[in-house]
């Protein structure tokens, strides 16, 4: 019976835990179609340091009001910070969406642009981040889209955020089961 109720109370932590990080979020940026200029949002509006979160985190950027059949360059500027995270096709209707997610080239990116780290294989021919120092500083910085073949561009704010206990927690696991190596 004594199990039952340390169950229950485990279970009724957990359940309030997940609801107060789903609730804490904030909703995400839709583009204003009422503005016909260059425009760019990103989701979700906050990028975390920690490296199992940041690896698992798609980060998506929907813009519009640039020129059909252009591209556009995304990059992520502020506190001597200027490195790239995408390129995206402008369609038809002047929209366009870049996606740094699971892909090789967007995992690439979120190493060495945001954790400013290397990546290596083990001996079973896994990737394995690999940091050398610090990565980029928490704080406020901005997402620039630059069109390649017009002087557009738009901009929107980002937020930075170091990483939690709990991301910690995963990147300590990570490391010992050789997923991340910490050579700071």
């Known amino acids: 019976m004594q199990h039952l109720k340390r169950f229950r109370l485990l279970g009724f932590i957990a359940a309030v835990f997940f ?3 789903l609730g804490c979020a904030a909703p ?6 009422s503005f016909s200029g260059p425009q760019v949002v990103m989701n979700p509006q906050v990028i975390p340091l920690g490296v199992a979160k940041l690896m698992a985190t798609n980060i998506v950027f929907d813009g519009s009001g640039f020129q059909p059949g252009d591209s556009v360059f995304i990059s992520l500027i502020g506190q001597d910070v200027n490195t790239s995270l995408a390129l ?3 369609q038809q209707d002047g929209t366009f969406r870049a996606e740094v997610g699971q892909s090789s080239l967007a995992k690439l990116a979120k190493i060495t642009g945001i954790l400013r780290a290397n990546v290596a294989t083990n001996e079973k021919f896994d990737s394995v981040v690999v940091l050398t120092g610090p990565t980029i500083p928490a704080g406020a910085y901005t997402a620039r889209a630059t069109s390649l073949l017009s002087p557009l561009t738009a901009e929107t704010s980002v937020v930075v955020a170091g990483p939690s206990f709990f991301s910690r927690i995963k990147d300590s696991i990570a490391g ?6 910490d050579k700071r």
């Not at 995400?28 to 179609?33: F, G, I, S």
Request: glycine fraction near 6%; aromatic fraction near 6%; avoid cysteine.
């Open 28 to 33: 995400p940026k839709v583009l204003d179609r």
């Open 88 to 90: 995206a096709k402008v």
């Open 176 to 181: 010992m089961l050789g997923k991340i190596e």
């Open 19 to 21: 609801i107060f990080t």
